[in-house]
């Protein structure tokens, strides 16, 4: 059973006593969920992916014996899981494509989105366009520090790399966002 | 780096082009994904989920059998081809104990069309039916062979005697370790070496062609080689019963994907033939017609499957952008 570290966050403090399944569920679902979202973007469905990720933790939890923090631990489970979901929704990629191009437009008469929201989605789908491109090693350091906004020290916590080791990979991975949003752009006619 | 860098989703960067990236991303952040009621929602399912431990003891259990059948295969056809027969004569010059005719049969067995589908992961891995099946029924038993052996022709025969059984149990190893990566590895890469491989030495006819065609399908699209499963899956015809109908799915997905919608459309209605499927495949097949009658412009056809899919599956995957669509 893990026992509470200095370096656990309130939320590992709910489960330091009894890690169980919903304990552990009910101190990280959201945060694992926000993870989820921010690491495969609009294309992933975040319900399922958090679902799944419980089923791993429930499925290992036995298991687990503390040496890493359960923050760490899920972390990693979910990045698994999320890409996972990626893989397998570029299968399914072409129902998003449909829903939006024709299923919507020749359903129904246009219903005229607010702005701020049209903009939000269009943007959330240019990040993660251009993220698409980007290897995962990189994209991962992007997504946790501007997204997530946690610190290097709290990625390289997460991720299990040194802090040197976050910064030169944010580093060339803001380069290659520049460069592939460039593209992007070239490639569309424009700022989108 | 010396000093930490500032966030681009702070406002205030200097350069135009970091000012666009942090607009950006501070627009993709999702402050809440799932409220309250959906988190609920996904405890709820985590407390229906089966024990998933018990699948992996059936996923191997069933990749066990398929090669203990594959072997038994293997050997029946041994046997009754008379190679490892004691009753057998060494002498070289002795006519054949079956017929060229039926020992073609065993040699080059027809593709079977309804080859095994390729997303159940605990589908045996390799169909023994296809090795030991047609071989019993092509042989007679043994000792009436050695009986009718002097009426046969005394034709040379083609393939040698002894190679045919370990061929086939090379084949069947070569396959099995592919399916092991593929499935339980998840080395899709590796498994379409050992498949191209396969392909060199068996080629594309032998006994155990049409489970190698399948699984290759299956490595390519975890390699996301869409375009390639697609072109292998237009020269297989899954029919749309048992395991085939996961093949159906997956080819209509792709021919849509690939805005061949009648074709597709052709796919999922095969699928939806039976109306009392309520699987994984019609779910997908209900909802991929109605984006290609959508796409094919029978709006009205497309909110009709869309009525139905929501009325078969309203906890569907795709119920969200059903209903979604159908409001608008």
Known sequence: MPTLRADQTPADDVVAEAPSLDGLYRAHAATVARWAAHLGGPRVDVEDAVHEVFLVVGRQLPEFRGDAKVTTWLYRITERVVRGARRRDRLHRWLDRVRRADVERSLSPARPSPVEELERRQSRETVYAVLDRIAEKYRRVLVLFELEELSGEQIAALTGTKLATVWVHLHRARALFLSELAQLDRNTGGPR | ?328
């Open chain 2, 1 to 328: 780096m010396k000093t930490r860098p500032e966030r681009w989703t702070t406002p205030g960067a200097a350069r135009a082009d970091e000012a666009r990236a942090g607009l950006l991303l501070r627009r993709a952040v999702v402050r809440q994904p799932l409220d309250a009621r959906a988190l609920d929602d996904v405890r709820e399912r985590l407390r229906e989920a089966p024990r998933p431990a018990s699948r992996r003891l059936v996923l191997r259990f069933g990749v066990a059998l398929a090669l203990f059948l594959a072997g038994g295969g293997v050997v029946a056809s041994a046997t009754l081809l008379g190679h490892w027969s004691p009753f057998s004569r060494p002498a070289a010059p002795q006519p054949a104990p079956v017929s060229p005719t039926a020992h073609h049969r065993v040699a080059v067995v027809p593709p079977v069309p309804a080859a095994p589908a390729v997303t159940p992961p605990a589908a045996p891995p390799i169909a023994a039916p296809t090795v030991a099946a047609p071989a019993a029924p092509a042989r007679p038993p043994r000792a009436r062979a050695v009986e009718t052996a002097p009426e046969e022709p005394a034709a040379p025969v083609v393939n040698p005697p002894a190679a045919a059984p370990s061929a086939i149990a090379e084949e069947a190893a070569l396959l099995a370790a592919a399916l092991r990566g593929l499935r339980e590895s998840g080395d899709a890469a590796g498994a379409l070496a050992l498949l191209d491989e396969h392909d060199r030495r068996f080629g594309v006819t032998g006994p155990l062609a049409a489970e190698a065609r399948t699984t290759r399908v299956e490595a390519l699209l975890r390699l996301s080689r869409f375009t390639q499963a697609l072109v292998l899956l237009d020269t297989l015809d899954p029919r749309p019963t048992g395991r085939g109908r996961a093949l159906l799915a997956t080819r209509g997905e792709l021919r849509a994907d690939a805005r061949r919608c009648p074709e597709a459309v052709a796919d999922f209605d095969a699928l939806l033939a039976d109306a009392s499927a309520s699987d994984d495949t019609a779910e997908r097949a209900l909802y991929g017609r109605a984006a290609c009658r959508s796409r094919l412009g029978d709006a009205e056809a497309a909110r009709a499957d869309l009525d139905a899919y929501l009325a078969r599956f309203p906890a569907g995957r795709y119920a969200a952008r059903a209903r979604t669509a159908l409001e608008r």
